[in-house]
């Protein structure tokens, strides 16, 4: 006799319908046992046909939370990361992975996870010594560890950016080694590396947050110069000021790259573009940066300070021909512990003061000084005091 039947009543019993109270309680202990029975085979059986054809989700998740079973990133290459849960022992190494760390302490509660790291970039130590006590304790690897140092951090992911990934990213997923890449290196690729961060961290949320504070900046840079005339938009030079190897350079960005793309969007016309690039920073000659005869010159220094190094040049009499000279508009690019034209999260104030020093009239009372306080309040938590004490001492450029 089916469950079915007993229930639709098909079948009728004296042993069912008799009034005993006995064959009551038997009536319902028969029914709960039934159906007990019955709902472990379906269990059973649905359990079985899912694994047999692979309809279990690889991940449940619930970040915010921080609760896991499995957890599956898909990193900036494209490639899906495995892992068991939210890491608890993160390691960001690789190329130019002081911006990757950079871009981790924007998400809180994350510090005491960070168990290694690169070579630090310019004066960040500084800073991220300021805002995490124990940053200094940190295991710092260099600028090229070897995939043994990193496997005895015992890290459970190593973050790094996808130029570092075909050569030792591959060696660490060699060991077993999970592997998370990311890149930002351009606005678009802040949104798409800000999600995959706060998935990866349990910190959706967040992750929505800053991408959020990202697009209120720029939509109001993008409001203000709405409608402007190609004619109004100055022709540009953004020059990279190298002195290493013993000699100086001057070098302009490639296209693609964030310096380019922070001119287009301040309103301004990089003359550079369209010329043949490399892949990295082209140098230029003095008779070409003449040539190009700009209307504003703006000089990057990463290791000179870029306001001696726009004295310098304005006391050559080479450069006091340029006509951007003459006009007072060769201008150092301000910065604090890091310039503000890489893709660290500081080129949102980068492409803030860009814009208003292209177009002062539409940008008329903006105080940078009170968008650093409120960038680093917003991005990083930080209050006034480490604002004061750290920040506002290391400001250089013509703010």
């Known amino acids: 006799m089916s469950l079915k039947r007993l229930k639709s009543g098909r079948v009728r019993s ?17 029914l709960a046992l039934l159906t007990f029975i019955h709902a472990a085979a379906q269990a059973a059986d649905t359990g079985s046909a899912a694994t047999e054809v692979g309809t279990l989700p690889e991940t449940t998740i619930n970040a915010d939370s921080g609760t896991s079973s499995n957890l599956l990133i898909t990193d ?11 890491p608890q022992r993160i390691l960001i190494t ?3 992975s002081f911006m990757v760390l950079d871009a981790v302490y924007l998400f809180p509660d994350i510090r005491a996870k960070i168990v290694g790291k690169g070579k ?68 678009e690729q802040y949104d798409r590396d800000l999600a995959i961060l706060g998935r ?3 910190q959706e949320a967040r992750a929505k947050t800053l991408s959020d504070l990202i697009h209120t900046r720029l939509n109001l840079i993008a409001d203000a ?46 003359l550079w573009e369209g010329t043949q690039l490399g892949q990295g920073w082209t140098k230029t000659g003095f008779e070409q940066i003449a ?39 060769l201008l150092a690019f301000p910065g604090d512990l890091l310039s503000w034209d890489q893709p660290d999260p500081r080129w949102v104030l980068g492409l803030t003061w860009l814009a ?19 960038f680093f309040k917003d991005f990083y938590g930080v209050d006034d005091s480490i604002i004061d004490k750290i920040i506002r001492p290391a400001l250089y450029g013509n703010l």
């Open 14 to 30: 004296s042993f069912i319908y008799g009034p005993a109270p006995k064959r009551l309680i038997s009536l319902a202990l028969i």
């Open 76 to 86: 900036g290459r494209g490639q899906e990361v495995k892992l068991p849960g939210l």
């Open 94 to 96: 690789g190329k130019a």
């Open 120 to 187: 630090d970039g310019q004066g960040m130590d500084a800073f991220l010594s300021a805002i995490d006590p124990e940053y200094p304790n940190k295991t710092s690897l260099g600028r090229e560890p070897s995939p043994e140092q990193i496997a005895a951090c015992k890290p459970d992911v190593v973050l790094m950016k996808k130029a570092s990934a075909e050569t030792l990213g591959r060696s660490l997923e060699s060991l077993g080694i999970p592997v998370v890449c990311v890149d930002f290196e351009t606005p």
């Open 200 to 202: 990866l961290l349990g």
């Open 225 to 270: 110069l709405a409608g402007l005339d190609e004619t109004k938009k100055p022709r540009v030079l953004l020059l990279y000021y190298d002195p290493q190897n013993g000699s100086v350079s001057f070098n302009v960005p490639p296209t693609a790259w964030m310096q380019t793309l922070l001119v287009k969007m301040a309103g301004g016309r990089p």
């Open 291 to 329: 040539a190009w005869d700009a209307d504003q010159i703006f000089i990057v220094s990463y290791f000179a300070n870029p306001d001696k190094v726009v004295a310098d040049l304005k006391a050559d009499e080479h450069w006091q021909a340029l006509r951007a000279v003459k006009n007072g508009n």
């Open 356 to 374: 208003a020093r292209m177009h002062p009239e539409l940008f008329r009372g903006l105080d940078m000084h009170a968008e650093v306080s409120r």
